[in-house]
């Protein structure tokens, strides 16, 4: 059964969201979403299969403290599933204030929600002109450009060259994974924003961040990234075991994780996958090529230890 | 043990079978067991007549009540009509003859837990609890919930109602007038709620693959765990005694006979085990017969005390997304996510 896709979008009041939404439900595309937008929306949509959310995040009673979900998703999109056949996606509008981890937790956690439907991505609507700003006086802002896998960077009309440039830096040391998009309006080929499966193990790091370049600190954002990688074979089961214990003593940290890898004794790659201490992992199909073939591992989080990290994940490297 | 489809199917000798082309929201009978309403998550109510069997429809007429997708249906508390809520905030009011009338409306809301007890329906609109009068003469009521409704439940009398949500259950009277809430707490993510048909128990089926339970006379309360999914669908039997749940790989029952119902006893089970999990559980109005559809569409018939599993349907057709019995115990009716429907009738049920 093809699962529904449903894509997330967030980014701060006043950045584009509803430019974007708009855009979605008007163009001609031939396609129906349904969208779900949180009670104090900007702007009214015209469109019938628009549900108010109640943004009811709560704690799952499992152990996991920084396991949050959302119960009125998982009521939304169990309802919205009855009319099976008649959606071909459906879009969750956040509120400028919101974090993104509940959303994308509650499609790790609740089974309904993983069988009838797939996070897509997570698309981030950033305003070029006043990210500094938003980045200086919200710690949502950062978590939103943390956890994107689609970053419009809007408004760049307003910005020169340099200015832009400087953002995408800055956006590029919290997050080096996602794909940014320079637009004026939210004005982009909706191919490039929807049905992008970035939660799909196949299309993890499918935007490879640069994993060599050594990032100068200009701004000292609360949110960084670390990127390790090596070329030695690991050994499977202390990666994992490794792994493991990493996002369920440092989840609250680690917003999003992500990593290919290459294990001793398999031909495959072995593909994982972490919103906190939210984990998958499974081998996926062959190496692309020779070249392509060697273990990376990104993670994107609040203080981060990278010499405790790189020690750890040197420490699986197979003897 | 996997599912042997060389066995015969009841559906293959009786029964009458239906292709609707959209989710099969819900299936109920009238109070009179004379009629059989299907809900659609195209909006749309189904009603066949089932008495007498040959009368039955091959094709049923539609009847569009909803703007959306049809989220509940239940019988009204009269023969001969139905009631629904839906995603466009309207509950409806349908009669046999395909009459419909609007009973509420809730706009930018939606319907999606609805009972109708004698004299009284009651519906979980979002954060509020709504008590209707079915006469139309009374105002209606609304409650609030600390979080949204995850179901609602009626006592056996329609005095009171209980709305399952975040962090436990609210119960409220239903004739209005000065009143404080009664809160059942337990930490967590309660959905669906039944009362038991004796008043003296109501159960939720949480979020996290686990049952609560309150005696409602002094609050005192125990944890049904163990399921490896979640729960979506409960049923009392033998006048309350015990409680048929969906969520396992067989039907998992519950003992509440006693004072302390469930507690330290363990679960019964019926059934085997089939392929994958129980989606549906309706329990037979009379006998002690369970019947269970599964998540790939096939539906058994159980007896208490015996062995034998009876197959009704074979797999297939998508999970099993409604299941329900006429109160005269004649008639069982099927219905399916990907759009199946059956009504099947017998005037004994029991196994010889």
Not at chain 1, 86 to 113: H, K, M, R, S, W
Request: hydrophobic fraction near 45%.
């Amino acid at each position: 059964m093809s699962k529904i896709p449903v894509t997330v979008l967030t980014g701060y009041l006043g950045a584009g969201k509803t430019t974007l939404l708009n855009r979605i439900l008007t163009e001609h595309h031939g396609k129906r979403y349904a969208v779900v937008v949180n009670e104090f929306g900007e702007v009214g949509i015209d469109n019938d299969l628009v549900v108010n959310a109640d943004e009811e995040v709560f704690e799952m009673n499992n152990g996991c403290i920084c396991c949050t979900v959302r119960g009125d998703l998982i009521r939304i999109l169990g309802g919205l599933m009855k009319r099976k056949g008649q959606l071909d996606g459906i879009l969750i509008e956040t509120t400028g204030l919101a974090d993104p981890a509940p959303v994308a937790q509650t499609f790790f956690v609740d089974d309904d929600v993983r069988q009838k439907t797939r996070l897509d991505s997570i698309v981030t609507v950033v305003d070029a002109k006043h990210l500094d700003l938003r980045l200086a006086d919200s710690h949502e802002a950062a978590e939103q450009v943390a956890f994107a896998d689609v970053i419009l960077l809007n408004k760049v009309d307003l910005m020169s060259p340099a200015e832009l440039a400087a953002v995408e830096k800055r956006i590029r040391a919290i997050n080096p994974t996602a794909t940014i998009h320079r637009t004026e309006r939210c004005g982009i080929d909706l191919d490039a924003v929807l049905d992008r499966s970035a939660f799909d193990l196949q299309r993890i790091l499918a935007v490879e961040p640069n994993f060599l370049t050594e990032d100068d600190h200009e701004h000292d954002d609360d949110i960084k990234s670390i990127c390790l990688t090596t070329r030695q074979l690991l050994d499977g089961d202390q990666f994992v075991d490794w792994f493991q214990r990493l996002v369920a003593q440092r989840g609250v940290d680690l917003l999003r994780s992500k990593g290919i890898l290459e294990f001793a004794g398999h031909d495959r790659r072995f593909v994982v996958q972490a919103v906190h201490m939210l984990m998958e992992g499974d081998f996926t199909g062959p190496w692309r090529s020779a070249d392509d073939r060697y273990s990376r591992l990104v993670f994107i989080g609040r203080n981060l230890d990278e010499a405790a990290l790189r020690a750890g994940f040197e420490a699986c490297i197979k003897a | 043990m996997a599912t042997d489809d060389r066995r015969n199917a009841l559906l293959d000798k009786i029964g009458i079978v239906w292709a609707l082309g959209t989710f099969v929201v819900a299936a109920a009978f009238d109070r009179a067991s004379n009629h059989l309403a299907l809900a659609g998550g195209d909006g749309a109510i189904r009603l066949a007549p089932v008495k007498p069997v040959q009368d039955v429809p091959a094709v049923l007429p539609v009847h569009a009540a909803h703007a959306g997708a049809v989220l509940s249906l239940v019988p009204d508390c009269r023969a001969g009509a139905f009631i629904s809520g839906g995603d466009d905030g309207t509950i409806r009011r349908i009669a046999a003859d395909g009459t419909i009338a609007t009973v509420a409306m809730f706009a930018a809301r939606w319907v999606d837990h609805l009972m109708a007890g004698p004299g009284v329906y009651a519906a979980g609109i979002g954060r509020e609890i709504a008590v209707l009068d079915p006469a139309g003469q009374r105002d209606p009521l609304l409650f609030p919930l600390p979080s949204s409704a995850g179901g609602i439940a009626l006592d056996p009398k329609g005095k009171r109602v209980a709305a399952s949500h975040y962090g436990g259950v609210t119960l409220r009277w239903t004739a209005g007038g000065e009143q404080a809430p009664r809160s059942l707490g337990w930490r967590g993510s309660h959905l669906a709620t039944s009362w038991s048909p004796d008043g003296r128990f109501i159960v939720t089926a949480m979020q996290e693959n686990a049952l609560h339970s309150w005696r409602v006379a002094d609050g005192k309360d125990m944890r049904m765990s163990g399921y490896p999914v979640k729960v979506q669908s409960m049923s009392w039997f033998a006048k309350g005694r015990y409680l048929a749940t969906s969520g396992s790989d067989r039907i998992v029952v519950w003992p509440f006979a006693g004072k302390d119902g469930p507690t330290g006893k363990p679960p019964l089970e019926m059934g085997h085990g089939l392929e994958g999990f129980v989606t549906r559980v309706a329990a037979h109005p009379v006998h002690d017969i369970v019947a269970a559809g599964y998540e790939d569409g096939a539906v058994i018939l159980c007896q208490m005390g015996r062995n034998e599993t009876l197959l009704v349907k074979r797999p297939g057709d998508g999970p099993v997304s409604a299941l329900a019995w006429s109160p005269d115990g004649h008639h069982l009716a099927i219905g399916t996510e990907d759009g199946f429907a059956a009504v099947l009738s017998a005037a004994d049920w029991r196994t010889n």
